[in-house]
């Protein structure tokens, strides 16, 4: 074999060994659950979806991971901790809404607003 077929079997080999990598890291990757549509959304919900909009989402996106200037929501309340390492139960995130911590500022909600967020936040 000359020197430039075997300087090519390499670089196949070297790609193919990459793309398999590749492969098998994307296997390995948990995917998130989708956001549930909201054509499909309850009233609670809805509602949950325009608290939302008013009092979060100028620092979380809801559909993605990504942070913005707060983490992202994405199937927060699907997750096993929150980026805090607390499970999202509902009652800590409405202990970590209303009251804030760190650079995330405190919510002022009442019950029904709560309520509703919260049904809002278990459809992302």
């Given at each position: 074999?000359?020197?430039?077929q075997?300087r090519?079997s390499?670089?196949?080999?070297a790609?193919a060994l990459?793309?398999?990598?590749?492969?098998?890291g994307m296997a390995g990757c948990?995917?998130?659950p989708?956001?549930k549509?909201?054509a499909?959304?309850?009233e609670?919900?809805?509602?949950g979806?325009n608290v939302?909009?008013?009092?979060?989402?100028?620092?979380?996106?809801?559909?993605t991971?990504?942070?913005l200037?707060?983490?992202?929501?994405q199937a927060?309340?699907?997750?096993?901790?929150?980026?805090?390492?607390?499970p999202p139960?509902?009652?800590?995130?409405?202990?970590l809404?209303?009251?804030?911590?760190?650079e995330?500022?405190r919510t002022?909600l009442?019950?029904?607003?709560?309520?509703?967020?919260?049904?809002?936040?278990?459809?992302?």
């Open positions: 074999m000359g020197h430039m075997k090519n390499i670089a196949i080999k790609l990459c793309a398999a990598a590749g492969l098998f948990r995917t998130l989708p956001s549509p909201s499909q959304w309850t609670e919900e809805a509602r979806a939302y909009q008013k009092s979060c989402a100028r620092c979380h996106y809801p559909t991971t990504s942070g200037h707060g983490p992202g929501l927060l309340t699907k997750l096993k901790a929150m980026p805090s390492g607390a139960t509902d009652e800590r995130l409405t202990t809404i209303l009251r804030g911590r760190g995330m500022p002022a009442d019950d029904s607003q709560m309520q509703d967020l919260l049904a809002y936040l278990h459809t992302l």
